[in-house]
């Protein structure tokens, strides 16, 4: 099973790096999803979602999403390089 975050309103993935990307393959493969909770807090992304990929699904509608916008954050963005950033 994969761990990744997915932006609800892009529904772009979350990388390693903290670039965004179109692509789920490519995305950061949390080891569990208390480590996804964290990088959602330390990056402080609001509107996301853990989604959880079954590697033998054959098809996308497996996958189970689970909300993480619960808690409001302050305003995050992203920038013209694909790059997260934080309002002061």
Not at 12 to 25: N, V
Not at 41 to 68: C, K
Request: one cysteine or more; aromatic letters at 8%.
């Amino acid at each position: 099973m994969r761990r990744v975050i997915r932006s609800k309103r892009t529904r772009q993935y979350l990388r390693k790096d903290g670039t965004w990307t179109r692509f789920s393959e490519t995305a950061k493969d949390f080891s569990n999803a208390a480590d996804a909770v964290t990088a959602k807090e330390r990056y402080r992304l609001g509107q996301v979602e853990i989604v959880l990929q079954m590697l033998d699904a054959p098809h996308p509608r497996y996958d189970v999403i689970v909300p993480l916008d619960d808690v409001p954050l302050p305003c995050v963005g992203v920038n013209t390089a694909n790059q997260i950033w934080q309002a002061e």
